[in-house]
């Protein structure tokens, strides 16, 4: 489970690193043209307050060429400093517009359908900038179609003709965005690591408790199963070797007493009688134990002593404390008395204890408290369930279904704490933060 999860946290590591780098990839390469227009907007503004008002002084209705050589002298500068690739002038003729003048001569001439839209936004005063298209109109800034953004200017002649000065700037798009790269994605590509790395503690120990979860499923599972057998076993023992004997052999007696003299058929009934009570008092035990009773106020002390009383024997002396004022709901006693059961049973089978004493007492809070001690051996409550604890697990889960907390203290000798609520029990567990209190005091003993 560990080697999935990591598995798991890797791929997700690497799908979210690509994710991020192409996020930022695409960012950074609108951040670069975004960048790319402002330059070339700030560009052909200060171009064009440098020119625009020699340019309006010129009549394109007719360029002469020492008009031509004026311009070009006007504009080289910033030609030559490569602040600017290329210009033209475009004057407006009705349905059209024609390039009047440009460095590139072969261009002089060239037409294009007149853009309304266009129009309308340089009479409002604005510098439009746009990518450099692909046609034969733009076929001497092709080669640096990718590197170029043409802006347009709006102005009119000496003669009072609508005419548009049509700059090309240079603009390092490819540049900006591969040096905003080497920048942002390493620090992205960091930043997705160092939360993977952070993440990791808490992957592996959710894994390994999704793992630890897990194996206790199934061995509680194969637990209740081998438990489910051997109560049918030792219920098929118990009714083949004593119970069906006894009252098998009641029925003789039974059967010998209809033809035997009157004082000779008193003792055989006396005699079948006391077997048969011997009898169902043997099924009494077997059915409560099969079927735990449901406790109520009254009879809930009673019924833990009698539990205590049928698990005592020859082996560990065990101690019975319960709080006089103790009233539980019908649920939490049939888990309180489970509960107790299969604690006393795993103290008895496993702890190699001489002494077991529990005491069971409310507690401030609607709660009710169970506590387990023994004197045996002591176990370490961290290390994995071994068949023995198994029972263990069975109550932990059950107490914490019922909205209750268990703990264990052991080694040497073993302290199980339990705590439920004393009505009835929510269907989701209530988150439990309180420090566990101290035990309740006996009240009284058996």
């Avoid at 020699?54 to 030559?80: K, N, Q, W």
């Avoid at 390493?186 to 160092?194: D, F, M, N, T, W």
């Avoid at 704490?417 to 309740?440: I, K, M, N």
């Amino acid at each position: 489970m560990v080697r999935t999860t990591l598995r798991r946290l890797a791929a997700v590591t690497v799908l979210a690193a690509l994710l991020l780098g192409g996020l930022v990839a695409l960012g950074v390469r609108l951040i670069g043209e975004a960048e790319g227009e402002r330059t070339a907007q700030r560009v052909s503004t200060q171009v064009a307050a440098a020119v625009l008002v020699r340019l309006a002084e010129h009549d394109f209705t007719d360029v002469t060429p020492a008009d031509r050589a004026a311009l070009v002298a006007d504009l080289a500068p910033f030609v030559d400093s490569g602040m600017v690739f290329r210009i033209k002038v475009w004057r407006v003729e009705g349905d059209r517009v024609r390039v009047v003048f440009s460095d590139e001569e072969r261009i002089e001439s060239a037409l294009r359908p007149f853009d309304a839209e266009l129009a309308r936004r340089l009479d409002a005063g604005e510098a439009v900038v746009l990518p450099v298209p692909d046609d034969a109109e733009h076929r001497f800034e092709s080669a640096r179609a990718d590197d170029l953004r043409e802006v347009f200017i709006g102005f009119r002649d000496a003669a009072g003709e609508p005419a548009r000065f049509e700059i090309y700037v240079p603009v390092d798009v490819e540049g900006t965005v591969g040096h905003a790269m080497g920048v942002l994605l390493p620090l992205a590509l960091a930043g997705v690591l160092l939360l993977a790395l952070t993440m990791l503690p808490l992957a592996v120990a959710i894994a390994r408790r999704v793992d630890r979860d897990r194996r206790e499923r199934q061995d509680a599972l194969h637990y209740g199963l081998a438990a489910a057998e051997l109560a049918r076993r030792d219920l098929a023992h118990e009714l083949h070797d004593d119970v069906i004997p006894h009252l098998a052999g009641a029925g003789l007696l039974l059967d010998t007493a209809a033809t035997a003299e009157p004082a000779r058929a008193g003792e055989l009934v006396a005699d079948a009688r006391a077997r048969i009570r011997d009898n169902v008092r043997r099924l009494r035990a077997l059915l409560a134990d099969l079927a735990p009773p449901a406790l109520d106020p009254a009879s809930a002390p009673d019924e833990l002593a009698r539990l205590v009383a049928g698990l005592a024997g020859d082996g560990p002396r065990i101690a019975l404390d319960v709080a006089d004022d103790l009233r539980l709901g019908p649920a939490a006693a049939a888990l309180v008395h489970r509960a107790t059961g299969e604690l006393l049973r795993n103290a008895l089978a496993h702890s190699g204890a001489t002494a077991v004493r529990v005491v069971v007492g409310p507690e401030p809070g609607g709660l009710v408290r169970v506590t387990v001690t023994d004197d045996g051996r002591g176990f370490d409550p961290a290390a994995p369930s071994r068949p023995g604890h198994i029972g263990l697990l069975l109550v932990r889960r059950a107490v914490a279904e019922a909205g209750g907390r268990l703990s264990v203290r052991s080694g040497p000798g073993t302290t199980v704490d339990l705590l439920v609520p004393a009505e009835a029990l929510p269907a989701v567990p209530p988150a439990v933060s309180a420090p566990v209190p101290g035990p309740p005091p006996a009240r009284s003993s058996t």
